[in-house]
Structures are given as C-alpha cells and as structure tokens.
C-alpha cells in the first residue's frame, strides 16, 4: 500500500534516442506521432527491465530475450553498429514517488542516532511524517558491453526534492563495486545486485555507530531501500498490449490456471475470461453523456467479469453481449452474440484483451467483500496503482468506438489505473478535447483533464533522432504548448481542399444551379 507510480523515464543512447530525452507520465499519458518516430521505443525500455527482473538468474544486468529482443546491447543503442572491444551501451532513468514507512526504516538500520545519520549524511529524518507522505526517487543506470558481455557500468540514486540532495552513486568494475556517497568513497559498504536494483550491506562489527559510512548506508535504508522494492513492483506488474492480435480459433481448450497475463498479442485473453469469468473486479464506468453534458460516475462498481466486459461495451456503443460457451469435455467459445469470436469483425478481436486488461488492473487490494464503492472512497482507500501500456487500441474501430474509447480510458485514469497508450487515432485524441471543452468551467472533470492528461507528441529530425514535445489540454478545446505536427491537421486541411474545389466546380447541365457547400451528407451528430 505504498502508492507508487512512475513519473517518468530518461532515454539516451537507446535506439533513436540519442541524446538525453526525459518522457513524463501522467494517470493518461498519449503518444502521438508519424510512424517509426519512436513511440514504440518509450514503451520498450519500461518492458526491457520488466522482462530483465523477470529472469530467475539474478546476475543478468540486462535480459536480451523477450518482449524485446536484440541479439547484442548494440542492436540497442544508438549509433549501431558500433565498432570497438567496448561500447557504451544506453542510459536509462527511472523516476517515480512512492511512500516510506519510516518506523520500518528504522527497525532496519538497527534505531540509529538520528543526529549522526543527519550530521554524516545530511537527511533530516525525524521531520518526516511517519506514513502517508509520497517521496520521489531517481534511478540512473548507465549500461555497457565489454567483449560481447552487457554489464551495468554505473548506478546512481538520488531524492529530488529531499534537503542537501543526497545521491549515492556504484561504479562496478570487472568483479568488483565501489560506492560514493557524494562523491566520497564509502570502502566499507558492498554491493549485490538483483539485476540492475543494488542492495547494500555492511558489517556492523567492522563499522562503528558514529562512522561516516555507517551513516550514510542508514541513509540508503531510509532513502531507497523501500521505493527500491517499490520499483521492482511497479516494472514487474507492467500490463502491456501491442499492435497486432492473434487470430482467434473457432474453439478453445481449458486451462486449469489464468495466465498471469494478457500476452502481448491478447493471444491469453479468452482463457483469461473463461477461467475468470466470475471474478469480481472493480471498475468506474465510462463516462457518460447526459444532454451533451459530461457525467462522472459516482460508484465505483464490483461486478463479475463478463457482466463488466458487457457494461463497457455497452458504453462504446457496441450492443451484441458476450458470453462463454461451454462445450463438454471438449472447451469452449466465446460469442458475441450469436456469432463466435473468430467470425465477428477484427476490432472486436482487437477490442476485447485491452477492456479485460482494464477490468483486471484494479489495484484496490481490500480484503473485503467486494461491493459497490463511492468514487471518492475507491480513490482514497485504492492505495496502490496499475500501469498499462497499449499500442493502438482503436486498431479495426469503428470511429463512434474510437470516440468513445477517450470516455472509458479517463475512467480507468480516475480510478488509479496509469494508462500510457500510443495512438493514431484523431478520433479519440478529439474526442478528450471535447470533453474537456464540454466539461463545466471550474469543475471536477475540467480540473481533472487538464491536470492529468498529458499528449506527448515524437518526432524523429533528418539524422534519426527521435524528440518528444509535451502539451496539455486546454479548458477550450485544444492542445496548448505543441500541435502535433501532421496529426489533427490533416481533416481540417481536406475540408479546405473540398471545400475550394467545390467553389471552382460549375454544375455540368445547369450553369445557374447554385452550389450547396453541405450538400455532401447530413449535418455532424452532437457528442455521443
């Protein structure tokens, strides 16, 4: 129950990140951008060291097979293929905030002196709050390749906003680790490394209590020893969904255990449904439009999963149910309607693994019945966030769909679900300016959209190198510090083209007859 979230990541030297480019995230983070620009490429550093703490061997700095796969750390980096014995390898930093117990950091460190830890170390622990205040932490590793072999080359910790800006820094050599507490050797302390996550001992019977180095390792178990652990949760349930889908068969065996995730290509999400079909989740429904005005739902809602997946369905506009089929001794189907999931169109295909992965994602962690929740309750008690990733997710959709896809998207926002989804839809990224240009002035929703709501649009300039811009929306409508360069321009500049080829264009039989500019279909339906 720490509240842990990720602020953000640094690349430099990955793929088309070059130079040092920092990727903020918000609760509904959307990248934007022309194709190969290096969208994909923000989401796979976050699965690079999800499936590297996900190795049993403890001593892979850096896995090379997975999700993302590369023959060499070079297939990686910049500048590939790089000549040479050694190479510098890509930067990567990790910026998130999350609690500290602080009685807990003390019964580790052994209750020490809290003035020598601030006289030595320079942190002010005994003005911290006990609980409930959130601390952001920084990590820094700097990866290599020495002879064909991947090592982590440098790690550095630091607490932005901490007094004296403390930050503790590992140079590892072939076999061996040296820490610096500000620049200052610190011999006594050693180093083990979960993968790139360090862990620091030391030996209290060779290190006195009022040693400089004793408390400057005191100040890593209060500083990082916990949001550490925090970070390995948050990178180890990562939910991710790509592009493409697989095919779905006309017919499913059992299993006897859910997979523990979606798969990449949604190839779990049927056995995920039919072995969890009664298992409550808890969701916030989408929003919702009452007289073109924008309704925030108030209850949270527990619900068994089909029944959920149907309800969201139902509020994209989509109106045949699903059920599970079963089919004795032999599996099951999924239907939608009266017709199978392998002969339905592709977006419902491509729609379903995303909505239960939504569904699933709830990090409420109570031990209680499940029941309906009041929004507000749900927010201040979740004490916890999921964080999804998912790339085109309107893929096959119809645009009404796609529209509508923005209302569940900031519902799963509201309710402690951390959504970075990269996207070409003009619909969707339309319709969150809409809502947020129909929402009240000055009320929840507006407030909520423009604090939460972050478009990031990538770009790539003539030599490669990928760059990212960030904007907000706007309480009118709009998208404030960068329009994204070729994306929502292109409807308007084709109504201006019809628009003047119309006014060149004289009826072939009747000169006289006058040319109606909305002659072209009926007026523009309202939000729906």
Same mark, same amino acid.
């Given at each position: 129950?720490?509240?842990?979230?990720?602020?953000?990541?640094?690349?430099? %030297?990955?793929?088309?990140?070059?130079?040092?480019?920092?990727? /903020?995230?918000?609760?509904?983070?959307?990248?934007?951008?022309?194709?190969?620009?290096?969208?994909?490429?923000?989401?796979?550093?976050?699965?690079?060291?999800?499936?590297?703490?996900?190795? /049993?061997?403890?001593? *892979?700095?850096?896995?090379?097979?997975?999700?993302?796969?590369a023959l060499s750390l070079r297939e990686l980096t910049w500048g590939w293929p790089a000549a040479g014995p050694g190479v510098r390898g890509p930067v990567f930093e990790i910026s998130w905030e999350s609690t500290i117990d602080v009685e807990a950091a003390q019964?580790?460190?052994?209750?020490?002196?809290?003035?020598?830890?601030?006289?030595?170390?320079?942190?002010?622990?005994?003005?911290?709050?006990?609980? %409930?205040?959130?601390?952001?932490? *920084?990590?820094?590793?700097?990866?290599?390749?020495?002879?064909?072999?991947?090592?982590?080359?440098?790690?550095?910790?630091?607490?932005?906003?901490?007094?004296?800006? /403390?930050?503790?820094?590992?140079?590892?050599?072939?076999?061996?680790?040296?820490?610096?507490?500000?620049?200052?050797?610190?011999?006594?302390?050693?180093?083990?490394?979960?993968?790139?996550?360090?862990?620091?001992?030391?030996?209290?019977?060779?290190?006195?209590?009022?040693?400089?180095?004793?408390?400057?390792?005191?100040?890593?178990?209060?500083?990082?020893?916990?949001?550490?652990?925090?970070?390995?949760?948050?990178?180890?349930?990562?939910?991710? +969904?790509?592009?493409?889908?697989?095919?779905?068969?006309? #017919?499913?065996?059992?299993?006897?255990?859910?997979?523990?995730?979606? %798969?990449?290509?949604?190839?779990?999400?049927?056995?995920?449904?039919?072995?969890?079909?009664?298992?409550?989740?808890?969701?916030?429904?989408?929003?919702?439009?009452?007289?073109?005005? *924008?309704?925030?739902?108030?209850?949270?809602?527990?619900?068994?999963?089909?029944?959920?997946?149907?309800?969201? +369905?139902?509020?994209?506009?989509?109106?045949?149910? +699903?059920?599970?089929?079963?089919?004795?001794?032999?599996?099951?189907? #999924?239907?939608?309607?009266?017709?199978? +999931?392998?002969?339905?169109?592709?977006?419902?295909?491509?729609?379903?693994?995303?909505?239960?992965?939504?569904?699933?994602?709830? !990090?409420?962690?109570?031990?209680?019945? /499940?029941?309906d929740l009041p929004r507000v309750m749900y927010q201040a008690e979740c004490g916890a966030y999921a964080h999804i990733a998912v790339e085109e997710p309107e893929a096959h959709l119809h645009p009404k769909v796609e529209s509508r896809l923005a209302h569940w998207?900031?519902?799963?926002?509201?309710?402690?679900?951390?959504?970075?989804?990269?996207t070409h839809s003009d619909h969707l990224v339309r319709r969150l300016r809409g809502l947020v240009a129909r929402a009240g002035a000055g009320s929840e929703l507006e407030r909520w959209l423009l604090a939460n709501v972050l478009i990031l649009e990538v770009a790539?300039?003539?030599?490669?190198?990928?760059? *990212?811009?960030?904007?907000?929306?706007?309480?009118?409508?709009?998208?404030?510090?960068?329009?994204?360069?070729?994306?929502?321009?292109?409807?308007?500049?084709?109504?201006?083209?019809?628009?003047?080829?119309? #006014?060149?264009?004289?009826?072939?039989?009747?000169?006289?007859?006058?040319?109606? #500019?909305?002659?072209? %279909?009926?007026? !523009?339906?309202?939000?729906?």
């Amino acid at each position: 129950m720490d509240n842990a979230r990720l602020l953000s990541v640094t690349l430099e %030297g990955f793929k088309s990140y070059a130079t040092r480019v920092t990727v /903020p995230f918000a609760p509904l983070t959307v990248l934007l951008g022309r194709n190969n620009g290096g969208k994909s490429s923000i989401i796979q550093s976050l699965l690079l060291l999800k499936q590297t703490l996900a190795d /049993p061997r403890s001593e *892979v700095p850096i896995r090379l097979e997975g999700d993302v796969s590369a023959l060499s750390l070079r297939e990686l980096t910049w500048g590939w293929p790089a000549a040479g014995p050694g190479v510098r390898g890509p930067v990567f930093e990790i910026s998130w905030e999350s609690t500290i117990d602080v009685e807990a950091a003390q019964r580790a460190a052994g209750q020490p002196n809290l003035k020598y830890l601030s006289k030595h170390a320079g942190i002010f622990v005994e003005g911290w709050p006990t609980s %409930g205040t959130l601390y952001r932490s *920084v990590l820094r590793i700097v990866t290599a390749e020495w002879s064909g072999t991947t090592v982590i080359e440098q790690i550095r910790l630091t607490s932005p906003g901490c007094p004296g800006e /403390p930050s503790l820094e590992i140079w590892n050599t072939v076999g061996s680790a040296l820490c610096f507490w500000r620049d200052e050797p610190a011999e006594a302390i050693d180093v083990e490394y979960d993968h790139f996550i360090p862990y620091l001992h030391i030996d209290r019977r060779q290190v006195g209590s009022r040693d400089r180095q004793r408390a400057w390792y005191n100040a890593y178990l209060f500083l990082w020893a916990q949001p550490l652990e925090s970070l390995k949760r948050i990178l180890g349930d990562l939910q991710y +969904l790509g592009s493409t889908r697989t095919p779905p068969p006309g #017919l499913y065996p059992p299993v006897t255990v859910a997979p523990r995730e979606m %798969g990449i290509s949604g190839e779990y999400a049927a056995q995920i449904l039919h072995r969890r079909q009664r298992d409550v989740v808890r969701y916030l429904p989408a929003l919702d439009l009452v007289n073109g005005t *924008v309704v925030i739902p108030e209850t949270v809602r527990a619900r068994g999963l089909v029944d959920a997946v149907n309800e969201v +369905l139902e509020s994209l506009s989509i109106r045949a149910p +699903l059920r599970v089929d079963e089919i004795r001794e032999v599996g099951f189907r #999924l239907l939608f309607g009266q017709a199978s +999931l392998q002969h339905v169109g592709r977006g419902l295909t491509y729609l379903l693994p995303f909505l239960e992965l939504g569904l699933l994602a709830d !990090p409420y962690r109570s031990q209680d019945q /499940p029941s309906d929740l009041p929004r507000v309750m749900y927010q201040a008690e979740c004490g916890a966030y999921a964080h999804i990733a998912v790339e085109e997710p309107e893929a096959h959709l119809h645009p009404k769909v796609e529209s509508r896809l923005a209302h569940w998207m900031v519902s799963l926002a509201m309710s402690n679900r951390q959504i970075l989804v990269e996207t070409h839809s003009d619909h969707l990224v339309r319709r969150l300016r809409g809502l947020v240009a129909r929402a009240g002035a000055g009320s929840e929703l507006e407030r909520w959209l423009l604090a939460n709501v972050l478009i990031l649009e990538v770009a790539q300039d003539a030599e490669g190198r990928s760059t *990212v811009q960030e904007s907000h929306l706007t309480a009118g409508g709009r998208i404030g510090e960068h329009w994204p360069e070729d994306f929502m321009d292109e409807s308007s500049q084709e109504d201006s083209a019809i628009f003047y080829a119309a #006014l060149d264009k004289r009826p072939v039989e009747d000169a006289d007859v006058p040319i109606f #500019l909305h002659d072209d %279909g009926p007026e !523009p339906e309202p939000l729906q």
